[in-house]
């Protein structure tokens, strides 16, 4: 079945997305490992972090390329549910643990991503949740 250009951009937004993500967390983050002021404990949740968060946008990113053209409800939840726990749970950290600090360049770099991300939920979601199974707007 063909997508509509609507869906199929919205799939090319999550993928650049994730894509980008991955980046993200390996070429940024990595960055603070060589911060003598962090404690060796506070490096090993950051390694953690880093793991899990390059290895669950790696997963999205397979579901978003191999699933996306099946309009099967679980792949748009899946990739819903990636969203709310990585980008919902960097806002989430960052009002709660952060809620006085400057606004970073990192900050920019995960509204920018949040906002693509979700606007490509927003664009696929009649396609996998209102049974448009011809994927036109």
């Known amino acids: 079945m063909a997508l509509s250009s ?3 951009a919205a799939q090319y937004l999550i993928i650049l997305t994730l894509a980008a993500l991955v980046f993200v ?14 404690p060796a404990h506070a490096k090993a949740h950051l390694f953690s972090q ?22 099967h409800k679980w ?7 990636f969203w709310v726990f990585s980008f919902g749970g960097y806002w989430v ?8 600090t400057q606004w970073r ?4 770099v995960f509204a920018v991503l949040s906002v693509s991300y979700l606007l490509g939920l927003v664009l696929s979601s009649r396609y996998f949740l209102n049974g448009d199974k011809s994927g036109k707007p």
């Open 6 to 8: 609507i869906v199929k």
């Open 25 to 38: 967390y390996l070429t940024r983050f990595p960055n603070h490992f060589s911060d003598a002021s962090w």
């Open 50 to 71: 880093i793991s899990i968060g390059a290895g669950f946008s790696i997963v999205a990113l397979i579901i978003s390329v191999r699933f996306f053209s099946s309009p």
């Open 75 to 81: 792949v748009w939840w899946a990739l819903l549910g």
């Open 93 to 100: 950290g960052k009002i709660l643990m952060e809620p006085d």
């Open 105 to 108: 360049s990192g900050n920019m």
